[in-house]
């Protein structure tokens, strides 16, 4: 089975260089039997890397350990569903699945029958990424490398990584970075043809939407993950690793608001050129950065020799991309100019600013340890401080933004509307101001978040309310007839609302979860009662029990809030057969106003333990409002009518 997968690479190799010349060939003489093979020589190389993916999957499932990495990521105890999630486990099998998905949406793509003339060269550009990988996997990480002698039992698979989380968080990730391949591919299509006008982002907008929805998915299950599986309070820790998947959604979001420019304005047409290129190189860095060994993280494949070759590739296509761009400057400024400083046009360009500030900082504070080593010979390492200082005030000027932009119009506003658009978003912010002081929540940063999160509340639910209006006037229908046909029939601007609904419940979460959160360390008897924040906590005794193939070691504890009804639950250690350190399972108990996060740290042989405590605010708002966002995408995404652009804007070019 292992030759059989190996030789389904090197023929998929073999398909993507024959695709590639024949693409070369028959641009040149303008053969179209060459091209339409060139379109085989794509399919071919999906059909071999599906056999070679197909091949290590069925490996990994029947327990096949005359295989390396079957071996070194498998057990014949291991759950099937882990099984099979060992396809993305270790380095050579996450670059496996990178190439099977990364040829399967080539084929798809350049088996449409629309746009013809732009599919040679959008086939070549994605010919040329598949042909990188392939490349790798079969001289540099090959998945199917066979073992010496016989090996009866696996290593099995990382604890950490036997998680729900970990089925879905890194596949919906790799689909977000290969999905940007696409736009990507018909940006440098267009600048090749000259063809600079807004085709290239209309044919690809459901493709950059859906890559941008697979980021947020994956940054969000990334996110829960961390949570509830590695068991010290939080959810995001600017890891490198974490880092390197959100920089491209920042850039990824500022393009998909910047091409809506392009589209109705015929402006930014360089900026979303450049936007789209940086954006997919930034892809390939975050496979570089796992890969590379030069940064330190939990999320990392450790240290490889493909480091320096992704480093290579990535030189390679940003030195071609921005060199073809820079050659195609005079036709892309042939575009119109702002006409006024308070307009959507303005508040588009100064959000997508701010979303490359706060990329470009993260960036900056991801390679900064990298960077001082190589200049001054000692590392300097940079923590969630220096990120959260940055990133706060950015990221409230962005979701400020998203306020402010929807009450503007394009071209330019005059002040009566202003006033009038503005006046009951004030006054929301206002009200919650006070009533958040009265409260007792005075820290500068919950005033300000609750300010500016009320506001674009307000703002979103008065466009609504205004549009409801206006279509009750002019059709007669009833309240809820009338709201449905509006949100329906012109779905991409109202699915973006409920996109910015589901951040700005993100961003309260995640600021009371910062700016309100408790830790606390306690160490306790059987029997023995401790209080903290209002919570009374007994601890009742360890326990200890089987579970699969694990043995799970729990404390039996029972708590009450304000000596509300008690609850019980079980913070855990869990010890797997295949690894030397248990792996740690927090208790949770989770409300709309705050979670009680408990963690069994450690014991004694009279049974006294350590809990370590965190009560922190809010965080289901960030999980709800995650969903909300992914509502909001599919929402925008639904085929039919209100899912385009509008008629009056597909005429224009």
Known sequence: M???????????????????????????????????????????????????????????????????YVAMYTSTDLPTIYKLTALWAGNDGSLLLWAWVLTAVAAA????????DLMPYVGSVMMVVSAFFLYLLCFEANPFTKVWGMVQEGNGLNPMLQNPGMIIHPITLYFGYIGFTVPFAFAIAALITRQTDDRWIKITRKWTVLSWLFLSLGNLYGAQWAYV???????????????????????????????????????????????IIITFGLTLFGTFLVRSGIVASVHSFGNSSLGAMFLIFI???????????????????????????????????????????????????????VISEAVTGSKVT???????????????????????????????????????NFLVPMGAALAVTVALVFLGLTKTYALVTGAITSFVIAAIFQEVVKGVGVR?????????????????????????????????????????????????TKTVRPGETFHTSGYSVTYNGLQQT??????????????????????????????????????????????????????????????????????????????????????????????GRGSGVGAKYLARS
């Open 2 to 68: 292992a030759d059989i997968g190996y030789f389904a690479l090197v023929l998929a190799l073999v398909m993507s260089l024959y695709a590639l010349v024949c693409y070369a060939a028959g641009l040149k003489t303008k053969r179209s039997d060459l091209l339409a093979s060139a379109t085989g020589g794509v399919i071919g190389t999906a059909v071999f890397t599906a056999v070679a993916g197909g091949t290590l999957v069925y490996m990994l499932v029947t327990s096949d350990f005359s295989v390396e």
């Open 109 to 116: 793509v350049v088996l449409g029958k629309k746009n013809r």
């Open 229 to 275: 599986e590695l068991g010290w309070g939080g959810y995001w820790a600017w890891d490198p690793v974490e880092n390197a998947s959100l920089i491209p959604w920042l850039t990824g979001s500022a393009f998909l608001h910047s091409v809506m420019v392009q589209e109705r304005k015929n402006m930014l047409k360089i900026w979303n050129m450049f936007l």
């Open 315 to 369: 030189i390679l296509v940003m030195s071609g991309s921005f060199y073809l761009l820079a050659d195609r400057l005079k036709l892309l400024r042939q575009s119109n100019e702002f006409e006024g400083l308070i307009s959507k046009e303005s508040s588009f360009l100064l959000n997508n600013l701010l979303l490359v500030a706060s990329a470009f900082s993260i960036l900056w504070g991801t390679m900064f340890p």
């Open 382 to 420: 940079v923590g969630p401080p220096f990120f959260n200082a940055i990133n706060a005030p950015i990221g409230l000027a962005f979701v400020l933004l998203m306020g402010i932009c929807p009450l503007i119009a394009w071209r330019r506003t005059n002040l009566k509307n202003l006033i009038s």
């Open 472 to 520: 009750r006037k002019m059709t007669g229908e009833s309240l809820p007839v009338s709201t449905v046909r509006l949100l329906t029939r012109n779905r991409r601007r109202y699915g973006g609302y409920i996109i910015h609904l589901g951040i700005v419940m993100m961003i309260i979460g995640i600021a009371g979860s910062n700016i309100y959160n408790q830790e606390f």
């Open 546 to 639: 089987p579970k699969a193939n694990t043995m799970v070691v729990y404390a039996d504890v029972e708590v009450s809030k304000d000596g509300g009804k008690p609850f019980a639950i079980k913070p855990e250690k869990v010890f797997y057969p295949t690894s030397e350190q248990p792996s740690t399972e927090p208790a949770i108990e989770s409300t709309w106003l705050e979670d009680f996060y408990i963690i069994l740290a450690g014991w004694e042989q009279d049974q006294s333990v350590s809990f370590k405590v965190n009560i922190n605010p809010l965080v289901k708002w960030l999980w709800a409002g995650g969903y909300i966002l992914v509502f909001g995408s599919i929402f925008a995404l639904w085929p």
